[in-house]
């Protein structure tokens, strides 16, 4: 339909780990994806999700020949889906194990799409790995692995559970997510995530915390574009599970907040 939202998706990327034989012509084995689960969750607000491939120096087209300010101006908000860690050299640190050394590359794309949707007005909502690409766009840094540098952490991350590994979270007074969900102090979220944020970003605010550790679990830009951002998969969230979160008001306002700069 003419009026339905058009929803920007940061790609995922999925980088070979071997070689790619040289075949000539059209030939590469590098996949930028859109989760199934992160467009579901969007066509379930009724707009429609539209994934915005990354360019970099390495890509089939020259950076020249695309322009991220286009997809900014001609869609409503920006998701960025989770994924692989950021990477340490995003923030001015080394990785203290090659496992954590993240992905530069999307980094940089992501970065770049962040920044054209917020000069554009546009509405910006992070999620996981998008909460800590955010961070780090406004200069924040992160915490390489939770276990490693805060040893007295709750476990944030297992493998075996993936998203069945729950905890609390305390939703900071006074803050647009507590405005969204009144009444609700604690509730209960899905946990993913090895990495966290260290040091806050210049301009964020912190809307929910892990009572158990203090790591952060949401955040928001003070003034400016609507940017938020979720250290939860709210796309993993049960419709209808009363014992966790529900994320349908959160997104019912970054879709309003999408909505209202078209007017």
Same mark, same amino acid.
């Given at each position: ?9 940061? $790609?995922?990327?999925?980088? /070979? ?36 491939? $990354?360019? &970099?120096? +390495? ?16 869609? &409503? *908000? ?9 990477? /340490? ?9 090659? #496992? ?19 000069? *554009? ?14 961070? !780090? ?11 490693? +540098?805060?040893? #007295?952490?709750? #476990? ?6 993936? %998203? ?17 969900? /009144? ?24 809307? $929910?915390?892990?009572?158990? @550790?203090? !790591?952060? +679990?949401?955040?928001?830009?003070? %003034?400016?574009?609507? !940017? ?18 529900? @994320?349908?008001?959160?997104?019912? @306002? ?10």
């Amino acid at each position: 339909m003419k009026n339905t939202l058009l929803i920007g998706v940061s $790609a995922r990327i999925y980088h /070979p780990d071997r070689p790619v034989p040289d075949l000539g012509g059209v030939w590469t084995r590098t996949l930028h994806y859109l989760e199934q689960s992160v467009a579901h969750w969007i066509m379930a607000g009724g707009a429609m999700p539209v994934m915005v491939p $990354a360019v &970099d120096r +390495e890509s089939l087209l020259r950076r020249s020949e695309i322009d991220l300010d286009y997809y900014a101006a001609n869609l &409503d *908000a920006l998701v960025l889906q989770g994924g692989n860690d950021v990477a /340490p050299q995003s923030y001015g640190e080394r990785p203290l194990d090659p #496992a954590w050394s993240g992905d530069r590359i999307r980094d940089r794309y992501e970065m770049e799409l962040i920044q054209a949707f917020i000069d *554009a007005g546009k509405p910006v909502f992070g999620i996981c790995r998008g909460l800590q690409v955010l961070n !780090v766009k406004f200069g924040g840094t992160l915490l390489q692995d939770i276990a490693t +540098e805060r040893p #007295a952490a709750r #476990a944030h991350v297992d493998r075996a559970q993936y %998203d069945r590994l729950h905890h609390e979270i305390e939703i900071v007074p006074g803050t647009r997510l507590a405005a969204l969900y /009144p009444g609700c102090r604690k509730t209960c979220v899905n946990s993913i995530h090895h990495q966290a944020i260290k040091d806050l970003g210049s301009g964020l605010e912190v809307e $929910a915390r892990c009572p158990d @550790d203090g !790591v952060i +679990e949401a955040i928001r830009l003070r %003034d400016g574009p609507w !940017v938020a951002a979720v250290q939860w998969h709210p796309e993993f969230h049960e419709s209808g599970n009363s014992s966790m979160f529900d @994320d349908s008001p959160l997104l019912q @306002d970054f879709l309003d907040a999408a909505r209202a700069t078209r007017t």
